[in-house]
């Protein structure tokens, strides 16, 4: 069965550092993978998503994520860290995938907090 | 472009009552997805529709639960006979499974549900 592992529970980093958000996910095929994120109280925001192609994706407010078929991986990234990135960052796996993917498998999440 | 509504935002009820949600989907979208959040997990899928057909249901929708989409417009979420453990957030979900888009989801604000 497919899933989504977030290794970290809670991470935190100064305003200004680079950030790495760690997914592993489990699937037979090739995955259409996603990472949302979501403010306290309120929904999910897609960041950015892959299909295919290339391997590096970027998104909304300056993150990228790269996929590593070897490694079962889908890492978030971003160079410089802001404040108002604290949130709960999710990753998600299509269950179906191909041309219509059906509901998404997420990972527990990883709570960031930023320090100032 | 308005965006996934939820309403209420909010729902606050007593053990054994029934409770109904509602959600407006991105128009044009033809999938509507309803997602269950508990407290430091990551959405789990309840169920989904494709215009007006209910095409999957989640083993965590019981048979409290029931979910309609009249005309394949809004779509609402009935819980009857609530417990305390029903308490969570639901979140709804649109997409429109056409190229490019390609069923990418986007999530509304959700509604809290508190079972006292």
């Known amino acids: 069965a497919q899933s989504v592992t977030q290794p970290d529970i809670h991470i935190t980093v100064s305003e200004g550092a680079s950030l790495e958000l760690r997914c592993n996910y489990s699937?037979?095929?090739?995955?259409?993978l996603f990472w949302y994120v979501q403010s306290p109280g309120q929904g999910l925001q897609l960041l950015l998503k892959y299909f295919s192609g290339d391997t590096l994706v970027q998104g909304i407010k300056g993150f990228e994520a790269e996929f590593k078929r070897s490694q079962s991986s889908f890492n978030l990234r971003k160079p410089s860290v802001h404040w108002s990135d604290a949130a709960e960052y999710f990753c998600?796996?299509?269950?179906?995938?191909?041309?219509?993917?059906?509901?998404?498998?997420f990972g527990k999440g990883t709570k960031l907090s930023v320090k100032p | 472009d308005t965006g996934v509504s939820q309403n209420p935002r909010h729902k606050i009820t007593k053990r054994g009552q029934n409770v109904t949600f509602r959600c407006d989907p991105i128009s044009e979208h033809n999938r509507l997805y309803w997602y269950r959040q508990t407290l430091g997990q990551g959405p789990e899928f309840l169920t989904y529709?494709?215009?007006?057909?209910?095409?999957?249901k989640s083993r965590l929708l019981s048979d409290r639960f029931s979910a309609e989409r009249p005309k394949g417009s809004f779509s609402t979420l009935e819980i009857q006979r609530t417990e305390q453990g029903d308490s969570a957030m639901y979140l709804c979900a649109s997409s429109q499974i056409r190229q490019p888009s390609r069923d990418t989801q986007y999530f509304g604000p959700g509604t809290r549900l508190t079972v006292l």
């Open positions: 699937y037979g095929a090739t995955p259409y």
């Open positions: 529709f494709q215009n007006e057909a209910q095409l999957e």
């Open positions: 998600a796996v299509a269950a179906g995938g191909g041309g219509s993917q059906g509901n998404l498998i």
